[in-house]
């Protein structure tokens, strides 16, 4: 470890909640205790997660489990060239009776949305999308209408398909908290897969004990109070630099970016029962963050966070 300070407790509830969280999804995809803590810290960071993988490995039925999770209200999008813009964000309808413009609420008014394939569908429908992540609200016809408050976007990409697809632009990748890749089960849990009740359904999140938007606001307020010395933001922001000098990057992580590691390290350590962030926070979630808006040369962006989280001087402090 590289503190001197030791964890403690927050409030049991936090702690119950964060349990049940974990317990819940590791029922739906199972063997992927790793990647489910990452999706969890990303989720409880407010920000947004894109999934880079292969079909059939789960991505829909984890966006429907963390929905199920909170009581969520959820959406999804199937992304295709003939999307429109307003086919996510909604639209203003002349009803002939009233005599006035109805709006139609699009799908991004949910609490989990899935945009399956998000780079099947045209640069413009693209672009509404983001804004709605970034903003959490949408203008339509000079009206800004605010979306939920926890407004959780899984947006999943075929990474082998690039036939009438159009990659998303770095600006727009940046939007992402995270990338992510679920990757193959192991042995045992498609073992587990074949012979789970029901296992088209995973019905198994909607028994017992129930979470709450609520929960998942205060769990997202916890991570906002999570305390980060001065010694560990300067190993940040020397790490944010060291990807922008790597001679193997053409483009490295802007202040956003660091802004988001940072809030996605605090998220870590919530996670690790913990009200302060510690250097191995920070490196535990390099690859997913980093590796998401980090452009290379000839090298795989997790060969080069390896290398940067190397060189890097961890501090020490207290």
């Known amino acids: 470890m590289s503190a001197i300070q030791e964890p403690i407790s927050f409030s049991i509830d936090c702690k119950h909640s964060i349990d049940l969280l974990r317990s819940r999804l590791n029922q739906v995809l199972l063997g992927k205790a790793d990647r489910m803590e990452l999706v969890i810290a990303c989720l409880l960071a407010g920000g947004h997660l894109l999934l880079d993988d292969l079909p059939g490995l789960g991505k829909t039925t984890l966006a429907k489990a963390i929905a199920r999770c909170f009581g969520a209200k959820f959406a999804r999008i199937q992304c295709t060239p003939d999307l429109l813009p307003s086919d996510v964000t909604g639209f203003n309808m002349f009803n002939q009776k009233t005599r006035e413009f109805e709006f139609h609420h699009g799908p991004v008014f949910s609490d989990i949305l899935l945009a399956d394939e998000i780079n099947r569908t045209t640069p413009r429908t693209q672009s509404a999308l983001f804004e709605a992540m970034a903003e959490r609200q949408v203008t339509i016809d000079g009206e800004s209408r605010l979306l939920s408050p926890v407004f959780f976007v899984?947006?999943?990409q075929n990474p082998i398909e690039s036939h009438g697809a159009y990659p998303l632009p770095e600006a727009q990748l940046d939007r992402f908290s995270m990338k992510l890749e679920i990757g193959y089960p192991d042995r045992v849990a498609q073992l587990a897969i074949l012979n789970q009740v029901d296992s088209l359904h995973y019905n198994r999140t909607d028994d017992g004990e129930s979470l709450s938007l609520k929960s998942l606001q205060g769990l997202q307020n916890n991570v906002q109070g999570i305390r980060v010395a001065p010694a560990v933001q300067e190993y940040l922001v020397e790490l944010c630099?060291?990807?922008?000098?790597?001679?193997?990057?053409t483009l490295g992580l802007s202040p956003r970016?660091?802004?988001?590691?940072?809030?996605?390290?605090?998220?870590?350590?919530?996670?690790?029962?913990?009200?302060?962030?510690?250097?191995?926070?920070?490196?535990?979630?390099?690859?997913?963050?980093?590796?998401?808006?980090?452009?290379t040369r000839g090298q795989p962006a997790?060969?080069?966070?390896?290398?940067?989280?190397?060189?890097?001087k961890v501090p020490t402090y207290r």
């Open 154 to 156: 899984i947006a999943t």
């Open 241 to 249: 630099e060291a990807t922008r000098t790597h001679e193997s990057v």
């Open 302 to 312: 997790s060969n080069v966070i390896d290398s940067i989280l190397e060189d890097v």
């Open 257 to 295: 970016g660091m802004l988001i590691w940072q809030r996605v390290a605090r998220a870590w350590a919530l996670l690790q029962n913990r009200d302060f962030v510690i250097p191995d926070d920070i490196q535990a979630v390099a690859k997913a963050v980093v590796g998401v808006r980090l452009i």
